[in-house]
Each structure stands twice: as structure tokens, then as C-alpha cells.
């Protein structure tokens, strides 16, 4: 069942007069407020830390991308979306094989598409852990999601100082309207 809170919020205070923002919030069975003081919901101190870094996807200049898992330990790579835009129709991807030991730059596998073929080259130095097996039957997979299911390999990251080394968005954006 809902129930109707009435939160107060301070605007400003000073020792003569304390202004106060008053609005109504619907709250569900699920909400678990600490306390309700003279009508006055207090709210609980819960303080949710979350770090975009781990989930934000890094580029190279070759037009791959990585993205962390949320411990840490591994990253997804694939192509960008410029560079499958580039290639065109995909028809062949060749994976690259589970346990290999990479080092920044080196080629993991490669896309063959109608127009052309493109070498993939690793965005940081580890061991491939797998590689998208969707690909081998439908290699088209990454025209339609290049940065999402058209992803190539998952890796077991060697070194996360090497992100460093790599492009945010708003860089790799820049970097293609070169």
C-alpha cells in the first residue's frame, strides 16, 4: 500500500528565520525511510558510491573499444561504431582463441566485410578469456550493436594503468572528425 511522506527541505538557514521547501512524496512498500519526526520524514544516511570510470568505455585510435566489468578484472572489446560504419556489411569475423596472452597493440583476430578487412588489434595487454561465438554464425552482428552484442572478445586485464593510455568518448569523438 502507498503512503503520502511530506519532506521538508531547508532552502537556507540562518539563527533568525529558516525558510522551508515543502512537497509530497509517494512512497511505496518498498521505501524504508529512518524516520518520521513531528510529519517530518528524516531520511536515512545511505551513501551510494559508484564509479563511472569502471563502466565507461575507453578507445583506441584504431577504432576498438574496451569496457571494465564492474570488478575490474576483465574488459569486453570490440570496434567502434565509426569503424563498423567504415567497414560496412560484415561477413566474416575470425575470433580470437581463448588463453592467448596479448600486449597493447596486438592483433587478436580481424572482420572481413564486403569492402574490406580490418585487422583487431587488443586495447590493453592480458589473457582472452573468450571470444563472441554469436559472430561465427552471425558476423553481421556488429553492423547492428558494434558497441553492445557485436562485442569480439572478453579479456582478463593484465595492467588498468594501460586506460590510461586510451581515449574517453568525448575524445574518441573528436578524434573521427578528424
Known amino acids: 500500500m502507498a503512503a503520502i511522506a511530506r519532506i521538508r527541505i531547508p532552502l537556507r538557514s540562518s539563527v533568525l528565520s529558516t525558510p522551508v521547501l515543502s512537497t509530497k512524496v509517494k512512497l511505496n512498500s518498498q521505501s524504508q525511510p529512518s524516520k518520521i519526526r513531528n510529519g517530518i520524514l528524516q531520511a536515512s544516511r545511505r551513501w551510494f558510491v559508484s564509479s563511472t570510470a569502471l563502466k565507461e568505455k575507453r578507445y583506441t585510435e584504431a577504432h576498438e573499444w574496451i569496457e571494465l566489468s564492474e570488478d575490474g578484472k576483465t574488459g569486453t572489446i570490440g570496434i567502434s561504431t565509426f569503424a563498423a560504419k567504415s567497414l560496412g556489411d560484415v561477413v566474416y569475423v575470425e575470433l580470437p582463441t581463448p ?51 557485436g562485442w569480439i572478445a572478453k579479456i582478463e586485464i593484465k595492467d588498468k594503468g594501460e586506460l590510461d593510455a586510451l581515449m574517453d568518448l568525448e575524445a574518441y569523438k573528436k578524434h573521427t572528425e578528424e
Open 99 to 149: 588463453d592467448l596472452e596479448v600486449n597493447a597493440g596486438d592483433a587478436i583476430g580481424a572482420v572481413e566485410s564486403v569492402k574490406s578487412a580490418s585487422d583487431i588489434y587488443a586495447p590493453i595487454g592480458g589473457k582472452v578469456i573468450e571470444g563472441n561465438s554469436v559472430l561465427e554464425e552471425k558476423p553481421g552482428t556488429i553492423n547492428k550493436g558494434p558497441e553492445g552484442e
